[in-house]
């Protein structure tokens, strides 16, 4: 054990659970993996679990068929999900209205972390689990990524390991457990069952599961294509806030920081106190008007069907796909799906500045058409840039440029990842953190309608409740909480690069 870990290791278990989380996100070098150890393993688990995936035609998908009346895709035993067509009106916004096809999946899923402590230090059960529309082949998953169809056997295939310490999770009950949403340009509605539970007693850990301390996977978010979508969400809910952080992080390393510490403290000054962020939040779910209407996807205005896919006219946006896969270290060994396939890589980024020496990022209020509630808190940045080639230039999102212009000091965190592979084939996201400090950040009234300065702590409390961050935001938010610690060395080519 290094002097750190035995000085973690000495803390009783009554310490409140955020600095348990922050003594876990310190021990990065690792508990019971070691860092240097991670690859081999991960090498490993990548030869057992793998998917050979091959696009089929829409008519060839087994298991699948399109309603006769409505050319919706829907599977033969009315489970996991439906493609359909989605009519949209937004009289206030840039694009008026607009039709495409939308993922109908009403079921809540499961998306868990076990934790457990060793040696005084929570860890963190992680899966690596690929998926068909993965970049790169095996992720880092949660414990239980799984839909209800995949846990009630609709599949056929085998039981999912771990789900009973979820569906019953002990009369301490979890650490976390909200509903979140997830990405309401492509999902109608859907929601899944965000959970952190703690272990009591031991636990059995199947081929392909590791335990990995929270530092150990803040590390790995910043290697492209490795930490899952499925994973970040859950991270981001971990109750990482408190006053006396740093006594389990050490003191920080610069002022960025400082900042960013101070931020995650509760008691820290906010520039909108929380009570202003909510009615802010409710005033633009109740002023925009968003008409979502659930229609037929054959003749959906603006989109085509070929054998191959469903297209947009002018070639944009995305296509929906069918494939059909083969897998190893999965549940079912083989089937076939439809899946959405975007174009292009896509830019999430936190604008960030201190305020008085505590560190704020600048959310935005957005509205899309699949949300459960008009709109959610976005990053302040979040778009394909090349689908503005077809749109008009108002609708060109604000501080895009102020991303993609930032001078290489600014940012401080870069890296591409992967969006949820079960659903989307490569769809990636380049996810950044700049931070605006030195220029005081980008002009943005206190009333701005659109727009909001929060700190960490804010982003965090809204986190325990649902539909308040987005998928995307939620992603930045782990991996704001990573640059807690010093950086560590970049990634060697051979392992930021996951193709």
């Known amino acids: 054990m290094t002097e750190a870990t035995t000085r973690l290791a000495r803390r009783p278990r009554t310490t409140a659970t955020p600095l348990r989380v922050a003594a876990s996100a310190h021990a990065r070098d690792g508990g019971l993996t070691a860092h240097t150890d ?13 998917t050979r995936v091959e696009r089929v035609p829409l008519d060839d998908l087994t298991g699948w068929e399109t309603d006769p009346d409505t050319g919706n895709l829907r599977h033969h035993s009315g489970g996991f999900f439906t493609v359909e067509g989605l009519d949209v009106r937004m009289p206030a916004g840039p694009v008026p209205a607009w ?24 860890h963190c059960l992680m899966q690596a689990k690929v998926e068909p529309g993965n970049a790169g082949g095996v992720q880092i998953s949660p414990t239980v990524q799984a839909t209800r169809s995949n846990y009630t056997g609709v599949h056929g295939g085998r039981p999912v390991p771990y789900l009973g310490r979820f569906r019953d999770p002990g009369p301490r009950g979890p650490l976390v457990d909200v509903r979140q949403s997830e990405q309401g340009s492509a999902f109608h509605h859907k929601r899944n069952r965000n959970m952190v539970v703690e272990a009591d007693g031991e636990v059995e850990v199947h081929e392909g599961f590791r335990w990995l301390t929270l530092g150990q996977l803040h590390r790995l978010l910043a290697e492209d294509d490795l930490v899952n979508m499925d994973a970040r969400t859950v991270l981001s809910c971990l109750p990482f806030t408190h006053a006396e952080l740093a006594r389990e992080l050490g003191p920080p390393a610069d002022a960025f920081r400082a900042a960013l510490l101070r931020s995650c403290d509760p008691s820290a000054e906010s520039r909108h106190p929380l009570g202003a962020v909510l009615s802010w939040i409710t005033e633009a779910r109740t002023r925009t008007e968003v008409r979502a209407r659930r229609v037929p996807l054959a003749g959906l205005r603006g989109w085509h069907r070929t ?24 549940e079912v060994a083989h089937w076939a799906q439809p899946m959405v396939e975007p174009h292009g890589t896509g830019v999430v980024a936190f604008l960030t500045r201190s305020v008085d020496g505590v560190l704020h990022v600048l959310m935005n209020a957005r509205v899309e058409a699949g949300y459960m509630d008009v709109a959610e808190l976005a990053p302040t940045v979040q778009c394909t840039p090349a689908s503005y080639e077809h749109l008009p230039a108002s609708a060109r999102p604000r501080f895009l440029d102020a991303v993609e212009q930032a001078a290489p000091e600014r940012v401080r965190f870069e890296s591409v990842l992967s969006e949820e592979g079960g659903r989307f084939h490569h769809a990636r996201n380049r996810y950044l953190i700049v931070d605006t400090t030195a220029d005081a950040g ?11 300065w929060m700190t960490v702590h804010q982003l965090v409390e809204l986190l325990r409740h649902s539909h308040y961050l987005n998928i995307q935001a939620r992603s930045l938010v782990a991996c704001l909480q990573s640059l807690l610690m010093p950086a560590e060395p970049a990634p060697t080519a051979e392992r930021k690069v996951r193709t």
Do not use: C, M
Not at 105 to 122: A, S, T
């Open 38 to 50: 991670f690859h081999d393993w991960y090498a490993e688990a990548g030869k057992r679990a793998f």
């Open 442 to 452: 980008p002009d943005v009234p206190p009333d701005d309608p659109e727009y909001r």
């Open 99 to 122: 039709s495409q096809p939308i993922i109908n999946q009403p079921e809540v899923g499961v998306l868990g972390i076990l934790v457990k402590e060793f040696d005084g230090i929570l």
């Open 307 to 330: 054998p191959e896919r469903i297209s947009h006219d002018t070639g944009a946006f995305f296509d929906v796909i069918g494939v059909r896969v083969q897998a190893g270290g999965r």
